[in-house]
């Protein structure tokens, strides 16, 4: 796919009349878009770097990579860290080639981020933590047009790739697309909010400390010097993730600011930290490690600043760092060559004070920019000393993958420049929700509870932005009725050691209400009765299940619609209670089934794999193959997936059961192990009282296909048509089916206990 040719970089100067943050908003919208944006004085922010309309993306999660040039997309297997370096070298030009360039420190390369999960690419560890988002460990995009601008000269330029083998038109088009965004009118930033309760952790305060505690522990035994540990904070998000980074960006400028919009995740970083620059030969890294707060008035301030600088803890501390990183830069860089050019010095920021060093060294002839990542990835001031040791201690005692966080944010350029950032006060917005982490290093002097409060003073950045900012209005939390006691949904448990849970050795019914009356509710129970009887050998728990089911719907608000109640009843193997069981009803909303495929009826399709098994004589609670069933139906364009028996004969569906017409006769399939169901039983009876006879048979899908119609049943749905079956279309009566539901399902309300 890389057959592109680099056959030079064309840089014009660009107009400055309006700020780069007004520039960025007009791309912010577009996938792919990457801006730097470097806030304060610092010499490391000097310039802002925006990428739009990107020709190529690597991206991917170990070694399973995507990569995209122009239109064209391969799924391939490889080390990233080679892959990378096979585009770098593929595109590699000196600008010394290039004819009256400015001193830009990138015109052409990628930028995106790396992920802290990279380092299973780098390091043999051990992964016991989980991954709970599943997005990318690497996301590097190189952009058609770049925009460069130089604060300190108060210049911007627009740096424009040029390929031997472009499709001009393409080109065209994508120039146009460009001038028409820089033209039109300034876009209106959107607001954003956050969930009215806040962030939540995962961690709750003592459960923190006693990690700290953990890592005191090991430190104690010699495993370690130094451990960074963090907790995640998480909330609900709606609006404009730009406008987010606007507002922090007002709020608190910070020398690595970053927004990278990659498509179905939002990365909005106000990193300080530089965790490593090249350019040309020369190597920099600028680990921060000691942290105070701001004062609330000067003296206060003077006094937290004064405290940071005499601190014997943050000096050992940022010392124990700055030593693991001489020896990384060290393995890539020439003998002698590193020196510490800076030690402790503080920076200030608008809520925390920082001290940090500064290192550097000459790189070794033959070594590039990955060479330096591999050397130094990821950065030892937020993993500890020593690496490997200390990264096995972040993931036994962290419970969740990192991602973002403590990765790096930045551009490695194609001319043998880079500059990275370390992933902290960044957030990622993901599927309605705002995840950041902060975290600390912990010394065998750390107090607990202490750095629980600095991780709350860094964490301070990204959680007053949403101080005045409108709430996403609170939502009722879903209500369970467990072993007697309404709880919230979030709070109800079961234990991992029940038979319940491991082996799906429980039962279930689920139960249609309507306006607040559950439908079938009597035969609903006798057929749980039956089971409970039958897997549990012991008398069914009495309950009076309808006064149950009015207060889980009333707790949840659903009286006056239409909702999907399920009883659950799974063994316990609990030393601590003799129920030898737990009890539980849920609700939630339902929406009708034909409302969800917005068509007349279900078109099914032969599930592959038969099926016959005495569990399918209750409705248990080891439900996985139906499950799997019902998800190949849906990956295969269809609705429904239809069950056959080890002899190819028909059986049922996989969330239905099925009625067979032909004149009229309403034929059931012969199945050896088949639960009756209650609609349809409901409908049977509908049936025979129109003159319809009643009649069990084997049958095949050849007869389901010369039927005059294949009725589907369930008890939330009612009865519904089957209108086709793999790729042949079904006969069927719609009206006839509709008017059958509403005889059935809508008219019957049964109150019983």
């Given at each position: ?195 009215v309760d806040g962030f939540l952790s995962r961690f709750t305060q003592p459960v923190y400390e006693d990690a700290i ?157 990955v060479d330096v990542i591999r050397a130094t990835f990821p950065g030892g001031s937020i993993t500890g000393c020593p ?7 972040i993931d036994e005692l962290e419970p969740i993958r990192r991602h973002i966080y403590t990765g790096s944010i930045g ?343």
């Open positions: 796919m890389l057959n592109h040719h680099l056959k030079t970089v064309r840089i014009d100067p660009v107009d400055r009349a309006e700020d780069f943050m007004t520039l960025t908003s007009r791309f912010a919208d577009l996938p792919g878009t990457v801006a730097l944006v470097s806030g304060g004085d610092m010499d490391c922010a000097r310039y802002h770097i925006l990428g739009v309309y990107p020709w190529l993306c690597l991206s991917g999660r170990k070694n399973e990579l995507n990569l995209r040039v122009q239109e064209n997309r391969s799924v391939f297997s490889a080390d990233p860290f080679d892959a990378l370096r096979d585009i770098l070298n593929r595109f590699k030009f000196v600008t010394n080639q290039l004819r009256d360039i400015p001193p830009l420190p990138f015109v052409m390369g990628l930028l995106g981020y790396l992920a802290y999960d990279l380092k299973d690419c780098i390091e043999k560890l051990p992964r016991t933590s989980v991954d709970d988002l599943n997005l990318p460990h690497i996301c590097l995009y190189s952009h058609r047009y770049i925009f460069v601008e130089d604060k300190q000269a108060k210049k911007r330029w627009l740096c424009m790739p040029k390929f031997a083998g472009d499709n001009r038109s393409d080109v065209e088009d994508t120039w146009n697309r460009l001038q028409q965004k820089l033209a039109g009118p300034i876009p209106e930033i959107g607001p954003f909010s956050g969930d505690q953990a890592i005191r522990d090991y430190i104690a035994a010699g495993d370690v010097y130094q451990v960074n540990m963090s907790q995640r904070f998480m909330m609900r998000f709606d609006g404009d993730a730009f406008g987010l980074f606007e507002a922090l960006y007002k709020k608190n400028p910070a020398p690595f600011f970053a927004y990278i919009h990659a498509g179905d995740h939002q990365v909005v970083s106000t990193s300080p930290e530089r965790f490593v620059l090249r350019s040309q030969n020369r190597v920099e890294t600028r680990p921060i490690k000691g942290t105070r707060p701001r004062g609330k008035n000067r003296e206060e301030d003077n006094r937290l600043r004064t405290e940071l600088e005499s601190s014997p803890k943050d000096d050992a501390e940022l010392s124990m760092i700055v030593d693991l990183l001489r020896n990384d830069i060290g393995k890539v860089c020439q003998a002698n060559s590193v020196r510490v050019t800076a030690h402790k010095r503080v920076e200030a920021y608008q809520n925390v004070y920082h001290l940090v060093s500064d290192i550097q060294g000459i790189l070794e002839p033959d070594m590039d920019s690496k490997i040791r200390a990264m096995e201690v551009y490695i350029s194609f001319h043998d420049t880079m500059d990275l950032s370390i992933a902290i006060r960044t957030a990622t917005i993901f599927r309605g929700k705002i995840l950041f982490s902060v975290g600390g290093g912990i010394v065998y002097d750390s107090n607990p509870a202490d750095e629980y409060a600095e991780t709350l003073h860094k964490g301070r950045t990204l959680m007053d932005v949403f101080t005045g900012q409108p709430a996403i209005t609170a939502q009722t939390p879903p209500m369970v009725w467990l072993n007697g006691q309404l709880i919230p949904e979030a709070l109800a448990r079961v234990s991992i050691t029940d038979s319940g849970v491991q082996y799906g050795y429980g039962l279930f019914e689920t139960i249609r209400v309507t306006n607040g009356h559950p439908e079938f509710l009597a035969e609903h129970m006798v057929r749980f009765n039956a089971s409970w009887r039958h897997m549990f050998d012991r008398t069914p728990p009495d309950v009076t299940w309808n006064t149950v089911i009015s207060q889980v719907i009333q707790k949840n608000q659903l009286g006056d619609t239409v909702a999907a109640v399920k009883i659950l009843a799974i063994r316990r193997n609990s030393v601590f209670s003799d129920a030898g069981y737990d009890l539980a009803v849920l609700a939630r909303p339902y929406r009708h089934r034909l409302d969800q495929v917005q068509s007349a009826g279900l078109r099914l399709a032969v599930y592959p794999f038969p099926r016959q098994t005495p569990l399918a004589d209750h409705k248990t609670c080891n439900y996985l193959y139906y499950h799997l069933a019902s998800e190949w139906a849906k990956s295969h364009g269809f609705d429904e997936a239809l069950i056959l028996n080890p002899d190819k004969t028909v059986s049922e569906c996989a969330t239905t059961n099925l009625i067979v017409i032909c004149g009229k006769e309403a034929l059931l399939p012969e199945s050896r192990h088949v639960l009756a169901g209650i609609m349809e039983q409901a409908v049977l009876r509908r049936l025979v009282g129109l003159g319809y006879r009643e009649r069990r048979q084997a049958l095949t899908v050849r007869d389901m296909i010369s039927a005059d119609q294949v009725i589907l049943t369930n008890s939330m749905m009612g009865p519904v048509s089957a209108i086709g079956l793999d790729d042949t279309s079904l006969s069927m009566d719609i009206p006839f089916t509709d008017q059958l539901r509403k005889d059935v399902l809508l008219t019957r309300h049964d109150k019983s206990t």
